[in-house]
């Protein structure tokens, strides 16, 4: 009995090893359909809602705090 306790083990470590191997060849194809749709829509607001500057529009820094007085 204790031969064949031994021998499960083997056993139960392939057909782990089978479902794994399974899950990570799965096809993956349509979430990143869908993940790139989702890019693309974030993309497009994100350029709506911050228009960039023309290249040619000066760089003005932000003006220094005056130094508080004690």
């Known amino acids: 009995m204790a031969a064949l306790a031994w ?8 057909v782990g090893a089978a479902i794994w191997g399974s899950w990570v060849q799965r096809n993956k194809t349509i979430g990143d359909v869908a993940e790139l749709a989702g890019y693309a829509r ?6 709506r809602a911050h228009p960039t500057a023309p290249a040619s529009a000066p760089f003005h820094p932000a003006p220094e705090p005056a130094p508080a007085e004690s």
Do not use: G, T
């Open 7 to 14: 021998l499960l083990i083997p056993l139960f470590a392939v």
């Open 42 to 47: 974030f993309r497009d607001a994100m350029e």
